[in-house]
């Protein structure tokens, strides 16, 4: 039976991913210091023997006893609302956090899966993105304490894949939604969705003329668990190529919730990406992956969620 460790193993995809592991038959060590992770995500598969929590920060020194045959690294601030109030701790943690998580891979001879992100494509210059883009990222913007650790973290992985042989892999995420998004952590789901729910305005930065594209929560974990099993070394983008303007995805929003808010426009906050795409080829040829959840049910079942929430307040 596999042993696993997942670092921010409390957060949104942190607690999914564990969830999916010990349904696929892993014992997992679920390691989170709770700085955006919440012990209420991962609550109900404590009593499960097969499960540990270990409030522990990856910055530090990394011990976990016994064997171990995978480390899935995602511990970090992942939101925009969360690394610019967070922007030390989300450097360290792709930097320091990174290299004693890969550090603990090498001593045990566990393979590395890092979790790191479309934003290392910063405002592209190419669309829609594929891993062999480079990017376009302002190192020293406000936004370049997320963007830098995640592309340092990756340099890391790749130098330990290359200098110590320790297996790794690199998943970049885009932009994903679903249950256990916590309602204030800044996202641009979570903000239409409760902003509709409490019949505020729905705030749109910009014109609303720049795009996303959204995946479910399943569609994600499903992508990490193939490629953590898979051969593939190089980044694999994991996303879900249905793009949609802002403007449009709050339209939908307010259509979806029956709302009565209106639609505002702010600021657009800086070097806030233009696009954003993922070209996923590459998934569906090493991986056979690409995304099954309609964006309809996978935003109802998020509404659900935020719903359940409200009335639990």
Not at 265 to 273: G, R, S
Request: negative net charge; aromatic residues 8%.
């Amino acid at each position: 039976m596999p042993r696993t460790l997942v670092t921010g193993g409390a957060g949104f995809i942190g607690s999914n991913l564990c969830e999916r592991l010990l349904h696929e038959g892993h014992n997992v060590i679920c390691m989170d210091n709770f700085i955006t992770g919440r012990p209420d995500n991962v609550a109900h598969l404590i009593g499960d023997d097969r499960f540990e929590l270990i409030e522990h920060d990856v910055t530090n020194y990394v011990y976990v006893p016994g064997e171990l045959d995978y480390i899935l690294h995602f511990a970090s601030p992942a939101s925009p609302i969360d690394y610019l109030q967070l922007p030390i701790q989300t450097l360290k943690v792709g930097a320091l956090g990174t290299h004693k998580t890969l550090g603990l891979a090498k001593a045990k001879g566990a393979r590395f899966l890092l979790a790191s992100t479309s934003e290392v494509y910063g405002d592209p210059l190419e669309h829609p993105q594929s891993e062999t883009y480079w990017g376009n990222v302002n190192p020293i913007g406000v936004r370049g304490v997320y963007d830098e650790a995640k592309r340092f973290a990756e340099a890391m992985t790749m130098a330990y894949n290359r200098y110590h042989g320790v297996e790794t892999r690199i998943v970049r995420i885009f932009n994903t939604y679903g249950p256990r998004m916590r309602a204030s952590d800044g996202r641009v789901v979570s903000n239409f969705i409760n902003q509709a729910l409490r019949g505020d305005d729905i705030t749109v930065y910009g014109d609303g003329s720049q795009t996303r594209s959204f995946q479910y929560i399943d569609d994600l974990v499903e992508g990490v668990y193939r490629l953590l099993l898979s051969d593939e070394v190089d980044p694999v983008n994991i996303g879900n190529p249905g793009e949609t303007s802002i403007l449009e995805f709050a339209e939908e929003i307010v259509a979806m919730t029956d709302t009565s808010s209106k639609i505002v426009f702010k600021e657009l906050p800086k070097d806030d990406p233009k696009v954003r795409q993922p070209n996923i080829a590459k998934a569906k040829d090493v991986l056979g992956w690409e995304p099954r959840v309609p964006r309809e049910e996978g935003l109802r079942l998020t509404t659900e969620y935020f719903r359940g929430i409200a009335e639990l307040v």
